[in-house]
């Protein structure tokens, strides 16, 4: 068993230590996090638009002005999810760089709509209509543009600010006043940079970075990762991070959160336009039918252990796992490092992927509208919600139910070393 244990660290735990410590994955998790009350915000204004049989209770032309009067919400912030990850990039990078992050933000955003199109076709008019910038790739179409023109614009623009090409002014000058002009010529040649590559992009026969990196990156990329093998082997790795003890959702998000944010995003856009949702597996897909898996050990616990201190680590951890929060049984049951519960703590999550895939895939559930609900949304209201019908919150009870069967026998056999260890204690 020690051999067993210290090959699995010897392989996983530096894996998960880079991708947990990352300077550029840690940036882009804190950047997910601040677009996160954005998304969120939207998501209520689209859960009262399309409220689970909100159509029979109010009239339908009550109902149109209510969506009129809300819509403009979900426009303005979800479906601009893109230019303020950007921003938020931007902001961060900035930050670590020891630079008034502010500028960052600023340099990030303007970045972003540098290399966005001004122009749309519009159905009936001869030609391109100018002077406007496409909704399209400033939502989820755009994330992945956003992510790369962040970066590499807060690159240049941070390597600019600890170059000798900055305006200083003598130290009298308040410095309010010495920032501003400081971040002038590292912003311009940022800019200039970005124009330069704009204007290359615009010959080719993509037009724009947007079409070039929704066409080669993001589309094969989100086929990729909202596939029924990659979300298995994702929950695999989130789980085996949790059992050495590192906070599996936090790594794995890093890298998944850009293909998943996107996916979620796609189902909002083709919901708002009355059609739809594309993706299963989105942000949502775990957050409100994944994660919760430990809720099944705590209810094996609860039920068959006969250990003191299963029994009391179970009834501890009901209120947080009502949240969704699963320290409490993980490292008080323990599951890091217990090799006789790892088995079942991987295998429970596939079985949560696979049913609920299933599920969706049979069209038994509804596919996630694209509502970006807190993960701390209590289960059967999290999965009414996701998906806009009960069954939502039924698919979580049969996930759950059959969650405890699998790790039944486990539990059991822990249960029993548990109390042949406390019966040794007490005599």
Same mark, same amino acid.
């Given at each position: ?11 996983? %735990?530096?894996? *998960? ?59 303005? &912030? ?51 209509? &100018? ?7 400033? *939502? ?19 390597? %600019? ?29 940022? $800019? ?13 026969? $993509? ?38 003890? @590192? ?40 957050? *409100? ?5 430990? &809720? ?19 009834? %501890? ?5 009502? $949240? ?16 006789? +519960? ?37 289960? @059967?209201?999290?999965?009414? +919600? ?42």
């Amino acid at each position: 068993m020690d051999v067993l244990q210290s090959r699995i660290e010897k392989v996983l %735990l530096p894996i *998960g230590t880079w991708l947990g410590e990352n300077r550029y994955l840690t940036i882009l998790r804190k950047a997910f996090m601040a677009v996160m009350p954005l998304t969120i915000t939207g998501s209520i204004a689209l859960i009262i638009q399309f409220f689970p049989f909100i159509d029979k209770i109010i009239p339908a032309d009550i109902m149109m002005e209510i969506s009129n009067f809300l819509g403009v919400v979900s426009s303005a &912030s979800l479906s601009l999810a893109a230019l303020f990850l950007c921003a938020s990039i931007g902001y961060y990078y900035t930050k670590e760089e020891g630079h008034e992050a502010l500028f960052g933000a600023i340099v990030g955003f303007s970045s972003f709509l540098i290399v966005t199109p001004l122009e749309m076709a519009v159905e009936g008019l001869e030609g391109m209509l &100018s002077g406007v910038i496409p909704m399209t790739w400033l *939502g989820g179409q755009g994330l992945f543009v956003a992510i790369i023109i962040g970066f590499l614009s807060s690159f240049l623009f941070n390597k %600019l600010m600890k170059s000798r090409y900055t305006i200083k002014l003598p130290d009298s000058v308040p410095p309010m006043v010495t920032e501003p002009f400081k971040v002038l010529i590292p912003q311009f040649l940022t $800019f200039i940079v970005l124009a330069a590559i704009r204007y290359g992009i615009s010959f080719t026969a $993509f037009g724009d970075i947007h079409t070039l990196v929704f066409d080669i990156l993001q589309t094969p990329l989100m086929a990729l990762g909202t596939s029924l093998p990659a979300s298995i082997i994702v929950v695999i790795f989130i789980q085996l991070m949790w059992f050495m003890g @590192l906070h599996g959702q936090n790594i794995a998000g890093a890298v998944m959160d850009p293909i998943w944010q996107a996916a979620m995003i796609a189902n909002l856009t083709a919901v708002q336009n009355g059609g739809t949702p594309q993706y299963i597996f989105t942000s949502q897909f775990f957050t *409100g039918f994944i994660w919760m898996q430990f &809720s099944s050990l705590i209810i094996a616990c609860l039920i068959f252990a006969k250990s003191e201190q299963l029994k009391a680590v179970g009834k %501890l951890s009901i209120g947080s796992a009502c $949240f969704n929060i699963s320290e409490p049984i993980v490292f008080g049951g323990p599951v890091v490092f217990n090799f006789i +519960l790892l088995i079942p703590w991987v295998l429970s999550m596939v079985v949560y992927v696979i049913i609920t895939w299933a599920s969706m895939a049979l069209g038994i559930c509804p596919l996630p509208l694209g509502t970006n609900i807190p993960w701390t949304t209590p289960p @059967l209201i999290s999965g009414w +919600l996701i998906t806009g019908s009960p069954m939502g919150a039924v698919l979580q009870i049969v996930n759950v139910i059959v969650g405890i069967f699998v790790y039944l026998p486990f539990v059991k056999m822990y249960d029993k070393q548990l109390v042949e260890e406390e019966s040794r204690a007490q005599s």
